[in-house]
């Protein structure tokens, strides 16, 4: 008897839960206002985060900032090569060393691989001491690169919050369904604990 009545309970849950679903979904619709902003539109062009979907979509009808934006792009994009070009260089050198180093190692003659080995690390010694200002220059573009990229995002998060804040007025986010939603849950709930 407790089982079909249990089965019967459940089943008018799960019936009002049917004709209430479209109800619930006109709360959950209902949850936050539907104004209109430009947030709604913007959004994840080309893989974004919300902080680039946001900033771009300010800065499209301002052309010093689309420079601004542009000349930074495009200098990060220099910078890369230029790091390459040189990297691409070391590479060699290093390859070219570890080669010799290893060939000068594999002579059979004791005297002749001593002096070979000798002559290699002074001639790899005399190109890493020319390659010392050169990952000094290196470095420094790493770190400028670092705060150019730091001050961008500050201006960016600087340029966004108010837009943000204006999304968040434009779209207060209502409680009442939510508890509306609970206090059915709890009913529900209510039910359950007194069958037996």
């Given at each position: 008897m407790k089982k079909i009545l249990f089965a019967s309970a459940l089943a008018v849950a799960v019936l009002s839960c049917k004709e209430n679903k479209f109800k619930n979904a006109a709360a959950v619709e209902n949850a936050v206002d539907n104004t209109d902003s430009k947030l709604s539109s913007t959004r994840f062009s080309?893989?974004?985060?919300?902080?680039?979907?946001?900033?771009?979509?300010?800065?499209?009808n301002d052309e010093s900032l689309k420079r601004l934006d542009k000349k930074i792009i495009l200098l990060q994009e220099d910078s890369r090569k230029v790091k390459d070009l040189y990297k691409?260089?070391?590479?060699?050198?290093?390859?070219?060393?570890?080669?010799?180093?290893?060939?000068?190692?594999?002579?059979?003659?004791?005297?002749?691989?001593?002096?070979?080995?000798?002559?290699?690390?002074?001639?790899?010694?005399?190109?890493?001491?020319?390659?010392?200002?050169?990952?000094?220059?290196?470095?420094?573009?790493?770190?400028?690169?670092?705060?150019?990229?730091?001050y961008y995002i500050a201006f960016k998060i600087r340029k966004t919050l108010?837009?943000?804040?204006?999304?968040?007025?434009?779209?207060?986010?209502?409680?009442?369904?939510?508890?509306?939603?609970?206090?059915?849950?709890?009913?529900?709930?209510?039910?359950?604990?007194?069958?037996?």
């Open positions: 080309k893989g974004q985060n919300m902080l680039d979907a946001i900033y771009y979509e300010q800065i499209k691409d260089i070391l590479r060699k050198n290093d390859e070219y060393y570890s080669d010799a180093e290893y060939g000068a190692k594999t002579i059979n003659d004791s005297i002749l691989r001593k002096q070979l080995t000798n002559l290699v690390k002074e001639s790899s010694d005399k190109y890493h001491g020319k390659t010392q200002k050169l990952k000094e220059l290196t470095f420094q573009i790493n770190r400028n690169n670092l705060s150019i990229y730091s108010p837009e943000i804040e204006k999304y968040q007025n434009a779209h207060p986010l209502k409680t009442d369904s939510l508890e509306h939603f609970i206090n059915k849950q709890n009913q529900l709930l209510n039910e359950l604990k007194k069958l037996k």
